[in-house]
């Protein structure tokens, strides 16, 4: 079982900048491929970026990218995403998801653990 908790979440102006951090449980945090994702109200959870196991490759969604920095501190079982240059289409419920088997990937049906979430809200 891995428990997966984020924090840093919060209500910030346009333009601004929030570090989200996802602790993780275990002792095996350094062998799973990480993942952050959002969900806005009324909408599906969407994909936001990718970190491999030894951090050393990302991948984000167009809407994210050059803006997000997705990265891991695997001594302290902590991956974390850095959010710069926030617009209100920012503002969503963010999760972080850890996946067991396989490389980073993109798609939610492909992690096996969630975390709870933490709302991040861009004001105009």
């Known amino acids: 079982q891995v428990q997966l908790v984020e924090s840093g979440g919060g209500l910030v102006q346009a333009g601004g900048s929030l570090r989200l951090s996802c602790a993780a449980s275990?002792?095996?945090?350094?062998?799973?491929?990480m993942g952050w994702f959002r969900q806005a109200p009324g909408k599906e959870r969407d994909f936001v970026a990718t970190?491999?196991?030894?951090?050393?490759?990302?991948y984000y969604a167009d809407s994210v990218k050059g803006r997000f920095t997705i990265s891991r501190d695997n001594a302290k079982s902590t991956v974390y995403l850095q959010m710069n240059s926030l617009k209100p289409e920012d503002t969503a419920v963010y999760y972080c998801?850890?996946?067991?088997?396989?490389?980073?990937?993109?798609?939610?049906?492909?992690?096996?653990?969630w975390g709870r979430g933490t709302q991040v809200t861009v004001s105009s």
């Open positions: 970190i491999s196991r030894s951090g050393g490759s990302t």
């Open positions: 275990g002792r095996t945090f350094s062998s799973y491929p």
């Open positions: 998801a850890a996946k067991t088997v396989g490389l980073k990937s993109r798609s939610s049906d492909e992690y096996d653990y």
